[in-house]
């Protein structure tokens, strides 16, 4: 028979010894996770067109990578709107630019459900000026919507979020007022607000709650620029805002909700090691400051971008207070409470900056533009690492480094703002720009090994001898895999063996399996590496059962007859009680599991009721059965089985009419006969 290692019978072991301990444990799970691993490598490719690809942004769905820019070498004219989509490896499935003669930005993006969701700012199309230009795509590419939001003044939209109530941006107008505006998913404007906030850059964040949306960004306030956050209702109107300012100037480029907390991660030049220095800002679901920090060194530092994966921070921007003179894409790693786990930088021998998303998964994926690597201008990076941000270039001018940046309180002044809001007159007008295909050029500076597939998530409850798990599997290499399931005992014998979906909830029955422990092992092999996740659970001990009847004899005798049964294979002991009057009058022990015994009454006490018990244990649960024979009764039986006692009556009432049939019969025989003459 097939075996496991030495290890899983050790690891049983343990786990029986734990269970000695602990005699009252029904149930348990513990789960486990391994890989045949490959080598560590990850990725990182510029995607490089003649001139420059500018502000690029990415996110992570669907398992591929879906990359924003604006570019000036491929289009129409001008700058262009640029999509890219690529596999986890970075390599390209696609890609597109979509633009008219004039100059056309994208500048965020969502994806929700199966399309993506593109805002930014078009001089080629809409009402004058600037106006707000929303794209939806499918996965594949294909533009199925596209329409402008705008007035005959300028709007420059910087933010999307898509929920299923509808599609919202926000930017600024030509007063550099902010700006938010809801969207039907057939393109119809529901709503539109002007909130009387003076912007200081167009780049701001929305953030959508189930009661609330939350707008955050820089003020532009009596010569110094400072943090807001702003939240509305779901119709756009104020519910409250908050400013945090210092005695110089202060930026807010993201914020995230966490546990009923606000993260803010911007910079500041009022507090700190440096001329600028990174921020974070925690604040409560009210906008009140619970703490405040800086990160930095002696020259520029900040934060654009922040995530969250398993309770830890990911904040993402640049610095120059590192490695070359030019600035460089930093990464740190924090606790909740803003603890510096790790922090790296990353770059080459030119100017790379504004890394301005971060996507945390598995893996972590950022993305800036960088002029290292021999690109032309500008052009998008997109890098891929481990969670502890590993890397290993094969591009020698391509480097990561540790960082030493220092952590200080900062103090700045939370203030309540009043908001006014008003209508905003904005029209919308569909387009019809044709997106063109492009053809960028890709250079490599690390690149990913194959590696064992994945799993999003290893979920297991147990219920009585029920077994449910929850997982998924994928493959960073977009590889086929297969999937199956072992059920081991502790001996390290298969009992079971199929195979599985690549994601599933399954519930495994252990109803039928004895009581122990078992090895529960799911595999997902990409053919070349594996990996496992296995989980312990024990069976807990099933109560035997049993079956009996008693029968009368003559001669005072009770003849009783039972079978008694252990799923779970255990030894058993029976024993045979005989009562009257609630006193025992005749105990034998030593039966065996099925078989019968007479109960000779004569011996015995005379008395109108009987009870015959029998036992069975299996020295972790008994099982019980009690027998009533009355002397009224023609036949004994067990007290509860009705059956039996409706199959004797039936019977009785049969032979009885049978016996009055031949008696009349014979009756009229003889009748017959008396009067035939002699």
């Not at 969701?117 to 106006?131: E, F, L, N, Q, R």
């Not at 807010?252 to 440096?274: K, Q, V």
């Not at 597939?453 to 086929?480: G, H, M, Q, V």
């Amino acid at each position: 028979m097939k075996k496991y290692p030495v290890k899983l019978g050790v690891l049983l072991i343990c786990i029986s010894c734990i269970i000695c301990l602990l005699p009252n444990i029904s149930t348990f799970t513990t789960v486990n996770e391994s890989s045949t691993k490959g080598s560590v490598a990850y990725f990182a490719r510029t995607y490089d067109g003649e001139h420059d690809e500018l502000y690029p942004k990415i996110t992570v769905a669907h398992n591929r990578i879906f990359m924003l820019c604006t570019t000036n070498s491929f289009g129409e004219g001008g700058y262009d709107v640029w999509l890219v989509c690529m596999d986890l490896k970075g390599r390209i499935l696609w890609e597109f630019s979509i633009g008219g003669s004039a100059d056309d930005y994208g500048v965020d993006m969502a994806v929700w459900q199966e399309r993506i969701y593109i805002v930014g700012a078009t001089a080629s199309y809409g009402y004058g000026g600037y106006d707000a230009w929303i794209l939806e795509a499918t996965l594949d590419g294909e533009i199925i919507e596209q329409y402008t939001v705008g007035s005959s003044d300028d709007e420059f939209f910087t933010a999307i979020t898509v929920a299923t109530d509808g599609i919202y941006i926000a930017g600024v107008n030509s007063g550099y007022q902010l700006v938010m505006v809801k969207i039907t998913h057939i393109g119809v404007r529901e709503w539109s607000k002007v909130y009387n906030l003076q912007i200081d850059e167009p780049l701001v964040k929305i953030t959508l709650l189930s009661d609330e949306i939350i707008l955050s960004g820089t003020l532009f306030v009596a010569g110094n620029r400072d943090i807001f956050v702003l939240s509305v209702a779901k119709n756009g109107n104020v519910n409250w805002c908050k400013r945090y300012h210092g005695p110089s100037d202060e930026f807010a480029w993201n914020l995230i909700c966490i546990n009923s907390s606000f993260y803010l991660a911007g910079g500041t030049r009022s507090f700190g090691a440096g001329a600028t220095d990174a921020l974070i800002i925690k604040t409560n679901r009210t906008g009140h400051t619970i703490w405040q920090k800086t990160y930095g060194a002696e020259r520029e530092d900040a934060f654009y971008a922040c995530g969250i994966h398993e309770n830890f921070l990911y904040l993402a921007g640049e610095t120059n207070s590192f490695g070359n003179t030019y600035r460089d894409l930093w990464v740190v790693k924090t606790t909740l409470d803003g603890e510096i786990v790790w922090q790296k930088i990353y770059g080459g021998s030119g100017d790379d900056c504004f890394c301005r998303s971060i996507f945390c998964d598995n893996h972590l994926y950022f993305t800036g533009q960088i002029n290292s690597f021999g690109v032309s201008g500008y052009a998008s990076w997109v890098v891929q690492t481990s969670l502890e941000g590993e890397i290993v270039f094969s591009d020698p001018d391509a480097f990561t480094n540790d960082t030493s940046a220092t952590t200080s309180s900062a103090s700045l002044e939370t203030v309540e703002v009043s908001v006014s809001v008003i209508d905003a007159y904005l029209s919308s007008t569909f387009t019809s720009a044709t997106p063109v295909a492009t053809n960028c050029t890709v250079k490599v500076q690390a690149e990913i090994s194959n590696t064992p597939p994945a799993n999003r998530y290893f979920l297991c409850d147990t219920s009585e001898s029920y077994l449910y798990i929850n997982y998924s599997f994928y493959d960073l290499e977009s590889d086929p895999l297969t999937v199956f399931i072992d059920v081991l005992d502790k001996e390290g014998i298969f009992l079971q063996l199929r195979e599985l979906n690549v994601e599933e909830n399954i519930t495994l029955n252990l109803t039928d399996f004895p009581r122990g422990l078992y090895y529960v092992v799911i595999i997902a092999t990409d053919n070349e590496f594996n990996t496992t996740l296995d989980t312990v659970v024990y069976v807990p001990n099933k109560r035997p059962v049993i079956f009996a009847q008693v029968i009368y004899n003559e001669n005072e005798t009770l003849r009783v007859v039972w079978q008694a049964r252990d799923y779970d294979g255990d030894i058993l002991a029976v024993y045979l009680e005989v009562l009257a009057m609630q006193n025992v009058l005749q105990k034998v022990c030593g039966l065996p599991a099925s078989g019968e015994y007479s109960v000779n009454l004569s011996r015995m006490p005379v008395c109108d009721e009987y009870i015959i018990r029998i036992t069975v244990d299996d020295f972790i649960d008994r099982a019980q059965v009690e027998l009533v024979w009355r002397r009224e009764m023609p036949v004994p039986v067990a007290e509860e089985d009705n059956f039996t006692i409706f199959l004797f009556v039936v019977i009785t009432s049969i032979s009885a009419v049978i016996v009055v049939l031949a008696l009349l019969k014979y009756r009229e025989k003889l009748f017959c006969r008396k009067k035939t003459p002699p």
